[in-house]
C-alpha cells in the first residue's frame, strides 16, 4: 500500500519538492554572504542591501516558495488524494483485496503529510537565511525597503518559522476534505485552491492578532514620538479635521496592534480638535507652534494608546499559530475518516 501510495503521490512530489531544493541553495549559498555584510557594514546595512539585486532576489524567492508551498501542496497532493481514486472507481479495487478504507486513507494521509512537514519546512530555511535581517532590525536599523520589514507583522509572519509547516498540512488536509466531498478532481482542485487562499489572507486579519495578550502603553503625544497624522480634507481648510494619529513605541521590530487616541475620560475619538491641525504645521511654519500644540494636547488630556507584541514574541506567536492550524487540519481529517466509511461502499 505504500509503494502504491508512493508510486502515485512521486511525480507531482518530484515536481514540488524539486523546485524548493533549488530555493533552498539559493538560500544556503546567499545566507552566510548576507551575515557577512551586517558584521561589515554597521548602520549601512540595509543601504548597501537596498543596491544588490541578488540578494533582493532571493528574498523574494524564499518569502513566494514559504507561501506558495500550502496551495501547491493542497491542490496538487491533497485534492487528488482521494478525488482521483474514486472518480475513476479505482478504490474498490484496493478495497476487495483485504485493505480497509480506514487503512487506505492513513497511509495515504500518513505519507503525503510526510512530504507536506518537508515542504512546509521552507519556512525554517527562510527564517535562518533572514536572520541577520532580523538582528539589524532589533538593533534599530531602518529602511523603507522590503528588507527591514520585521518578521512579527503580517505580511511576513506567515513565510518564517514553524508556520508555513502548519498552514501546508492544514492545505493537504483540506484538499483531501474537498476531494472525498466533490469527488471530482479538477473541481477539487480548483476549489482547495481558492480555500487555501482565502485561509492564508484571513489568517492574519482574523486570528493572529487575537492569539497573544499585547503589551500596553498610554503615553503623550510629542513630536518625538509621532509617527503619523490622517487629515479630514485640506490642510488649511475652514475646519480641518484630524482624523487619526500614529505614535511609534520603543520596541524595535515590535507590532503594533492598536493605535488609537483617547480624551481625559478615556474615550477613543475620531477627530482631534480642529485647533491640533499645528501639529503637523505647513512647510515655513515656525517650529514653536508645534511644540506649543503638543503641549495643549498633553494638558487638556489627549493621550495615545498603543497595543502591540515585542519582536521577543515571535516565537511563541509561532507556536500559537501553528498549533490551531494543526488542530484544524486534525479535525478535517477526523471528517475524512468518518466520510469515508459512512459514505464511501
Known sequence: MIWLTW?????????????????VLALAVTGPQLADILRVSGTDFFDRLGTD??????????????????????????????????EAGTHRLV??????????????????????????SIGLVVTWWC?????AVGRGYTDNGPFSVPRLWPELFGSRGI?????????????????LLVRRTVAAMAVTLAVVVAVQIATPVLVQSHLLAPERLTTTITA??????????????????????EV?????????????????DGKVVEFLPAWAEDCAPAPGTSPDTAVACFTRLAEEGYR?????LPASRFWALQWMETGVLLGLALGLVGFCFWRIRRDLT
Do not use: C
Open 53 to 86: 539585486g541578488t540578494k533582493k532576489a532571493v528574498f523574494y524567492l524564499g518569502t513566494a516558495a514559504a507561501y506558495a508551498v500550502p496551495a501547491v501542496v493542497g491542490a496538487f497532493w491533497g485534492a487528488p488524494l482521494v478525488a482521483r481514486e474514486v
Open 163 to 179: 508556520v508555513p509547516i502548519g498552514m501546508t498540512v492544514l492545505a493537504l488536509a483540506v484538499g483531501v476534505t474537498v476531494g
Open 7 to 23: 508510486r502515485q503521490l512521486r511525480g507531482s512530489a518530484a515536481v514540488v519538492l524539486g523546485a524548493l531544493a533549488l530555493a
Open 248 to 264: 511609534a513605541v520603543d520596541q524595535p521590530g515590535a507590532w503594533v496592534t492598536q493605535n488609537r487616541t483617547v480624551d481625559p
Open 131 to 135: 536572520h541577520p535581517l532580523d538582528e
Open 224 to 245: 518625538t514620538n509621532l509617527r503619523g497624522i490622517q487629515m479630514a480634507g485640506e490642510p488649511g481648510a475652514a475646519d480641518p479635521r484630524i482624523g487619526r494619529v
Open 95 to 120: 478495497w476487495n483485496q483485504s485493505i480497509t478504507r480506514t487503512r487506505w486513507l492513513a497511509t495515504k494521509l500518513g505519507l503525503a503529510g510526510l512530504g507536506a512537514v518537508v515542504a512546509g
Open 304 to 308: 495615545q494608546q498603543v497595543e502591540y
